[in-house]
């Protein structure tokens, strides 16, 4: 009888009953869609899952396809950038009773979820393991900043090779010889991970890595499964039925019963099958791609290597490329698909033609439906992917004994399976991939479900197509309820900065309406003032910020929205209201590079600062950073006063985060200004609001947090057929409590957005959480005399439309993600709340 070199064989896949155990990659984002969900991948065994980079949109992604975060045991990450990192942040106040209650409900932040609160306690010692190239430990460091203490991250640095091979031709390629294995403490159990780093040669010169300079290829192998038990064999060993039996399937050595010999696991057992392989190739560049080819490590997985036999080679199953088009239709990638016979390659980023589908469904319903409702006020979104360049899947041919055969390839689908076991069902399963969904299917449901609807729609367009009013009647009106001295009585009037306004003055687009986290039905805190010919302003920038505008004015707009604005306002310290910031600022940084221009002036608190500061050590941002106390009344003051004196300054509070500029860097720790600081940045940044026509840009204090801040924005005046017209006036609170600061700013508003976390009857949490309730946050707008409030930030827990009393919609009305409201049609925006009533009429949405 053969005899292995050890008595006990390590059992790492279980019986063989378990061969029917599931395994599976799935995809969770393309990358080539107007959602911009950047490719993620996830890898599931029994009770290990892996997450491959989790990038910008992942948690929002999740929560409408109702995949469970909570169970993910590693982070992978094959870069270490905005867009493979994007979605790891999470607010650093959210371990609350709120977000317990969500989790509940199926959201979380990533992190959060992962670590801190994974067994459902803030106390608990799990923690998530991440990896990644040399420069994950930036990226770690950068978040600390948001990052809560309860949440245990632990990082994982995967170490640079320094093996370098000289080619025929004298060139010198960093050879990878060996994959590194991950390796953690009880993890692992049924799977092996190795990863080899690719980095282009000319980068081994000891010079600074940027996040594109070094990439991982990870490498997946399932255990193998045991081999099926031979009842004959084990008769013929002299083994009775009995406990060695059992033994001997648990890869334990026996005495047999009958006959004077030891048996072996091998001796009644089948050989085992294989465990199947998948790799993850990230590749951002061509350089990449020759590195690729040339990494010695993979030697062993190809079917076209001189030093391999059949019985030697490992035979890779699936191959996921989450390489740009670009580079995987280059010929030096195209040589390296060609050494893989039989692997099922998917492209995660390569363009697929005649996408409809929207990535997030829900969303895409609700937008539907409300363009139906009302499209001068909720254009329809855009549900297309980005246009085929001309880079699709590519389908190679690769000689094998002496036939043509092709290297399969697909585009990957959202949601798009390859199973890994049971070994029967090997291969791929769109199962789980949506059916065609367009705007058409939304509208049949909506009729179905309400058919009244179609007759309210009418009714609201009358609203922009009735004869004009008096305006001389409108205004005399305003006149004489000003003049009792009451400001809630002006919100019933349409303010002198209405009259004869033009379309292409402003409007106002609220990329996110939710708090906290984001969710399938609202995303989090961002609002896009577009300002037209002269640019435009963001106010908050959370997570998910870059794939709204796109959702909102397609790819080609959003790229212009980005190109063209002016600043980026940041209200305070939690994530959900600056996650998205480094996306907006790293496409920016891309759609301008080789065109003059000024880098991105960011405002924000200090510690926005501070995480800026550190993130630049991984990408340089193209911005610099101002402190939202540099923009409070008194500063501005002081600027007006000594602005004769600016060349004289030696200091600023300006915090430059681009390489190119040349104005001094703050501090570690950045004190409160001073005039000497801060007015020659003052002074350019109002040259940059009047770029965009305003006047006033004042941040003022809220109660939240520490340095909680609301903005003041004020336009220029205009003439009118000869009369001088005041500008408009928008305030917009952050988060807050109800305060005389928020009052005071907003008196004469033209508009007021204001905060509405909670619903009236939770007061208790909204004191606790320092937010607002609905109606605090209209007595807010009522007391200050805002012309018409628009709330915003609700929780979660609300997709629909809260309850409101009749007085208060007389001047109110509820943000909805990617409602865009005109200056223009303001007149007409609280007559909106009784259709959106019948709207969301129903108890549960779809």
Request: hydrophobic residues 40%; glycine residues 6%.
């Amino acid at each position: 009888m053969s005899k292995p070199e050890n008595n006990v064989r390590q059992d790492v896949c279980g019986s063989t009953s378990r061969q029917n155990t599931e395994a599976y990659v799935q995809i969770l984002g393309t990358g080539m869609d107007t959602q911009e969900t950047s490719p993620s991948v996830l890898l599931f065994f029994n009770n290990e899952r892996f997450i491959f980079n989790a990038g910008e949109g992942l948690q929002r992604f999740c929560a409408e396809h109702k995949i469970k975060l909570s169970q993910v045991d590693h982070i992978c990450l094959t870069r270490v950038c905005s867009e493979t990192a994007g979605g790891l942040p999470v607010p650093k106040n959210q371990i609350s009773q709120e977000i317990i209650l969500l989790m509940i409900q199926g959201v979380s932040g990533l992190l959060l979820t992962l670590a801190g609160i994974k067994n459902g306690s803030p106390e608990s010692t799990e923690h998530v393991d991440i990896w990644g190239p040399p420069n994950l430990d930036l990226l770690v460091n950068a978040m600390k900043n948001f990052v809560p203490h309860a949440t245990m991250v632990k990082a994982h640095i995967i170490p640079r090779s320094d093996n370098v091979m000289v080619h025929g031709n004298g060139a010198a390629l960093a050879s990878s010889l060996h994959a590194e294995e991950l390796q953690a403490e009880g993890k692992f159990k049924a799977v092996s991970i190795s990863a080899i780093l690719l980095t282009p040669t000319d980068l081994l010169d000891g010079s600074h890595f940027s996040s594109n300079d070094t990439s991982i290829v990870y490498i997946c192998n399932l255990h193998d499964i045991r081999g099926e038990f031979d009842p004959r064999k084990a008769k013929a060993c002299g083994l009775k039925k009995g406990r060695k039996l059992g033994q001997l399937q648990n890869g334990i050595s026996v005495k047999s019963d009958l006959l004077d010999i030891e048996v072996h696991p091998d001796d009644v057992i089948g050989p085992p099958i294989p465990g199947p392989i998948v790799l993850i190739v990230d590749c951002p560049t061509e350089p990449h791609a020759q590195e690729l080819l040339s990494a010695q490590a993979l030697n062993a997985y190809y079917s076209d290597s001189q030093s391999n036999s059949p019985e030697t080679t490992k035979v890779v199953n699936c191959i996921i490329h989450l390489s740009p088009a670009t580079v995987v239709s280059s010929p030096v990638y195209e040589r390296w698909m060609r050494k893989f016979d039989s692997a099922q390659h998917i492209m995660a980023r390569t363009t697929r033609e005649h996408e409809t589908t929207p990535i997030l469904e829900s969303s895409a319903r609700i937008a539907t439906r409300l363009h139906y409702l009302c499209p001068q006020l909720f254009p329809a979104p855009s549900l297309l992917s980005v246009q085929n360049d001309g880079v699709a899947a590519p389908n190679f041919k690769v000689q094998v004994e002496g036939s043509i055969s092709k290297v399969c390839g697909i585009s990957a689908e959202n949601l798009l399976k390859f199973t890994l076991r049971p070994p029967r069902r090997l291969g791929l399963d769109r199962s789980s991939v949506q059916n065609q969904m367009t705007s058409s299917v939304f509208i049949k449901e909506l009729l179905s479900e309400i058919p009244e609807i179609a007759d309210a729609a009418k009714n609201m367009s009358t609203f922009w197509h009735k004869p004009k009013e008096d305006e001389a009647e409108l205004f005399t009106r305003q006149d004489s309820e000003v003049m009792t001295g009451d400001p809630s009585l002006a919100g019933h009037a349409a303010p002198r900065c209405m009259k004869n306004v033009q379309r292409d003055d402003l409007e106002i687009v609220f990329l996110g309406t939710g708090s906290s986290i984001p969710s399938k039905y609202r995303n989090v805190s961002s609002i896009y003032f577009n300002l037209f010919s002269k640019g435009g302003l963001l106010l908050d920038c959370g997570e998910g910020t870059l794939a709204q505008l796109k959702r909102r004015y397609g790819i080609n707009g959003a790229d212009s929205a980005v190109r063209n604005l002016k600043c980026i306002w940041i209200s305070h310290i939690h994530a959900d209201h600056h996650a998205g910031l480094a996306r907006i600022l790293a496409l920016r940084r891309d759609l301008l590079k080789g065109v003059p221009h000024e880098p991105m002036l960011v405002i924000g608190p200090e510690q926005v600062g501070e995480f800026l500061k550190d993130y630049k050590k991984l990408e340089d941002l193209d911005m610099l950073f101002l402190d939202c106390r540099s923009t409070t009344v008194a500063k501005w003051d002081d600027m007006e006063a000594d602005s004769m004196n600016d060349e004289s300054r030696d200091h600023t509070v300006l915090t430059s985060l681009s390489e190119d500029s040349s104005l001094l860097r703050c501090s570690k720790r950045m004190k409160p200004s001073t005039p000497v600081d801060d007015i020659k940045l003052l002074k350019r940044f109002k040259k940059v609001l009047s770029e965009a026509g305003l006047v006033r840009f004042i941040s003022f204090p809220v109660v939240h947090c520490p340095e909680a801040f609301g903005i003041i924005l004020e336009s220029a005046e205009r003439m009118n057929c000869g009369t001088v017209v005041p500008g408009w006036k928008v305030v917009y609170s952050g988060d807050t409590r109800p305060c005389s600061e928020v009052i005071e700013a907003s008196l004469g508003a033209t508009i007021l957005i204001h905060e509405a976390t909670f619903e009236d009857g939770l007061l208790e949490e909204a004191i606790t959480r320092n937010h607002s309730t609905i109606k605090e946050a209209i007595e807010v707008g009522r007391s200050a005399g805002a012309y018409r409030i628009i709330l915003t930030h609700f929780s979660q827990r609300y997709p629909k439309v809260p309850a409101l009393d009749e007085v208060s919609i007389q001047r109110t009305c509820i943000a909805f993600d990617l409602m865009s409201v005109n200056l223009a049609d303001l007149p007409v925006l609280p007559k909106l709340l009784p259709y959106l009533k019948l709207l969301f009429r129903t108890r549960e949405l779809i």
